[in-house]
């Protein structure tokens, strides 16, 4: 038997990977070579630096732009992968394991670049090119925002009038968070506690704090997994909805109680907390899967605890004396940290959405307010036209007759 032949460092094989089934970005990637959309353009990127991203700048730098990328978390780069896009030429400031020193200072070479469309994750490249005085004058033509965290933080600067360029909610997109922030964050996120721990979810009590999109997802899959699930919520609608999807709501003073398992995904601060971590049991295995590592209060796991200790690799066991709490990836998003980020085919979708951003904003820029847009309509369709075709999927089209019915308010039944 013949031996596989070899094609590269591990970062080019995880990319050669995620190419093969990344099958819409594929095609966008082919209109790309052959129209040049980006050409003579500048894209700053900062976005969780793996494989699925690699495929997302290549594609850019196909359409004719110029690249600078880095992470857009300390610990989510994976450093062969980073290191294949700098062998390839591409300047990658990426590493994983950055200090919070290193992590603005790469943030501040891409910035440093000058960009005339941004990428973001998070928002905290676009965040640095507001605040920093030697950056704020550059010109942006318009940027595009992967996450919901990223979303929240620019519609604020949208309100107090201070965003300098328009924003693209990638997130908003309909084949983006219905998908990748659902199916995505479900599945990655469980398999990131999953190769963290090697523990068994079924039969345990899996407390879900949110049940935004990402909640949804973690929620599904750790059912699915035979876990009992309970969802903590701030927002009526939400609770409502997760109530009528099955799952028990309560306070998360009442869920600390009973809780195996936490995972927090509701992109604010301070979710899990003093009050908490008092009445949890022996045991618990604290997660999260939110942009930003504030979910989960680190300083006050610090302050109560008497010890701690790195026990496996991606957990620290804080030692109350009485018992004992569980950290995974330090508080970071576990299914970047602890794993592989969303599965490939999910990511191919968001990174699409992505890449036609970028375009529309480099076709019209000049009639665009400094405000945060949604992604047009027609883009988000084809995206989901592609996705179907390259699973074989086909679905019906509406008659004539059928569209002038649907036009025409006189028509009853």
């Given at each position: 038997m013949r031996e596989p032949k070899e094609s590269g460092n591990s970062g080019r094989k995880k990319i050669?990977?995620?190419?093969?089934?990344?099958?819409?970005?594929?095609?966008?990637?082919?209109?790309?070579?052959?129209?040049?959309?980006?050409?003579?353009l500048r894209i700053g990127m900062a976005l969780h630096v793996e494989a699925k991203t690699a495929v997302l700048v290549l594609t850019l730098i196909d359409g004719g732009a110029d690249v600078a990328i880095t992470g857009c978390n300390p610990m989510s780069s994976q450093n062969d992968v980073a290191d294949a896009l700098r062998e390839m030429g591409i300047r990658c400031y990426a590493k994983r394991g950055m200090s919070e020193e290193e992590y603005y200072s790469a943030l501040k070479k891409v910035a440093s670049f000058k960009p005339d469309i941004v990428i973001d994750d998070g928002a905290d490249l676009i965040f640095l090119l507001h605040t920093d005085k030697s950056?704020?004058?550059?010109?942006?033509?318009?940027a595009s925002e992967e996450t919901t965290t990223g979303i929240i933080r620019?519609?604020?600067?949208?309100?107090?009038?201070?965003?300098?360029?328009p924003v693209i909610?990638?997130?908003?997109?309909?084949?983006?968070?219905?998908?990748?922030?659902?199916?995505?964050?479900?599945?990655?996120?469980?398999?990131?506690?999953?190769?963290?721990?090697?523990?068994?979810?079924?039969?345990?009590?899996?407390?879900?704090?949110?049940?935004?999109?990402?909640?949804?997802?973690?929620?599904?899959?750790?059912?699915?997994?035979?876990?009992?699930?309970?969802?903590?919520?701030?927002?009526?609608?939400?609770?409502?909805e997760a109530v009528m999807d099955g799952f028990r709501v309560m306070p998360m003073g009442d869920a600390a109680r009973v809780g195996d398992i936490f995972i927090t995904a509701t992109g604010n601060r301070d979710v899990i907390r003093e009050e908490h971590f008092e009445l949890m049991k022996d045991g618990v295995i604290l997660a999260n899967a939110g942009h930003f590592n504030v979910e989960i209060n680190?300083?006050?796991?610090?302050?109560?605890?008497?010890?701690?200790?790195?026990?496996?690799?991606?957990?620290?066991?804080?030692?109350?004396?009485?018992?004992?709490?569980?950290?995974?990836a330090e508080g970071r998003l576990v299914n970047l940290v602890a794993g592989d980020g969303h599965p490939v085919e999910v990511m191919d979708m968001s990174f699409s959405d992505q890449a036609?951003?970028?375009?529309?904003?480099?076709?019209?820029?000049?009639?665009?307010?400094?405000?945060?847009?949604?992604?047009?309509?027609?883009?988000?369709?084809?995206?989901?036209?592609?996705?179907?075709?390259?699973?074989?999927?086909?679905?019906?089209?509406?008659?004539?007759?059928?569209?002038?019915?649907?036009?025409?308010?006189r028509q009853g039944t």
């Open positions: 050669e990977w995620a190419e093969n089934h990344m099958r819409v970005i594929a095609r966008i990637r082919e209109e790309f070579r052959k129209n040049k959309p980006l050409d003579g950056l704020s004058k550059t010109r942006v033509l318009g620019l519609r604020a600067m949208e309100r107090e009038g201070v965003l300098r360029f909610a990638v997130n908003d997109a309909y084949t983006k968070y219905l998908f990748d922030n659902r199916y995505g964050t479900g599945q990655s996120a469980i398999e990131g506690i999953m190769r963290a721990t090697n523990l068994l979810f079924a039969g345990k009590n899996v407390v879900v704090a949110g049940y935004g999109w990402c909640g949804r997802g973690i929620a599904m899959r750790a059912r699915g997994m035979g876990a009992n699930v309970i969802v903590t919520e701030v927002d009526e609608i939400r609770a409502l680190i300083k006050d796991l610090e302050k109560f605890s008497i010890s701690k200790r790195v026990i496996r690799e991606n957990i620290v066991e804080y030692d109350f004396g009485s018992k004992k709490l569980y950290l995974l036609l951003s970028a375009k529309y904003i480099a076709e019209n820029a000049e009639k665009l307010e400094n405000k945060v847009y949604r992604l047009p309509e027609e883009l988000d369709r084809k995206v989901a036209k592609l996705k179907l075709e390259s699973m074989g999927v086909k679905i019906d089209n509406l008659t004539e007759e059928q569209k002038r019915y649907l036009r025409d308010w």
